[in-house]
């Protein structure tokens, strides 16, 4: 039939960002900027699991929600300024999973800009930094310090031997001094 038109392979964008984020192993958001309290409109799986909540749970919501009774004011200062600046920031916020046990993830947030410079969405990834990762990064600084310490013990026992040496040749030149004088 001449004259019809088809639309064939017209997706909504943000479908077509639903399953480029369902593939990611990292926990995606992607927040709406022109609506009010930046709500979630999309959540991956990795999201979900990681907060434990449904997707109906969450989305249509600021991420805030996660927070409860937690304190992060630092941190989130450092989101409205970003948020604010239409930037990009790195944060580590505390939060609650759906059955109340608290988590530290670190929040990566980026606005996505449209041509008008306007921001469109704020992007979040996060990742969960668990006791083992804190655990290593504290027995990784114990090494340093271990080993600083291990070095200023040998520059301490290798100066102590100079100082014996020095003496002990002191000693010497005033015992050959002595003895030339007899």
């Avoid at 009010?36 to 449904?54: E, H, K, Q, S």
């Avoid at 090494?143 to 200023?152: F, K, M, P, T």
Wanted: glycine letters at 6%; hydrophobic letters at 45%.
């Amino acid at each position: 039939m001449l004259g019809k038109q088809e639309q064939v392979g017209k997706q909504d964008p943000l479908d077509r960002l639903v399953e480029i984020f369902e593939r990611s192993p990292i926990a995606l958001t992607l927040a709406d900027a022109s609506a009010p309290d930046l709500p979630l409109v999309i959540a991956n799986r990795a999201f979900l699991d990681l907060t434990g909540y449904a997707r109906d749970e969450v989305l249509g919501r600021n991420c805030r929600f996660l927070q409860g009774d937690l304190d992060n004011v630092l941190a989130r200062g450092e989101v409205r300024d970003c948020i604010a600046l239409k930037g990009s920031c790195q944060v580590v916020f505390r939060n609650r999973r759906k059955g109340g046990e608290a988590f530290e993830n670190l929040v990566f947030v980026q606005a996505l800009i449209q041509r008008n410079g306007e921001a469109a969405y704020f992007l979040g990834s996060q990742f969960l930094l668990d006791t083992s990762v804190s655990e290593l990064r504290i027995d990784r600084h114990l090494a340093e310090i271990d080993a600083a310490v291990g070095q200023a013990v040998a520059k301490l026992e290798h100066l102590r031997a100079q100082q014996r040496r020095m003496l002990a040749d002191a000693a010497h030149a005033v015992a050959n001094a002595w003895l030339s004088l007899r």
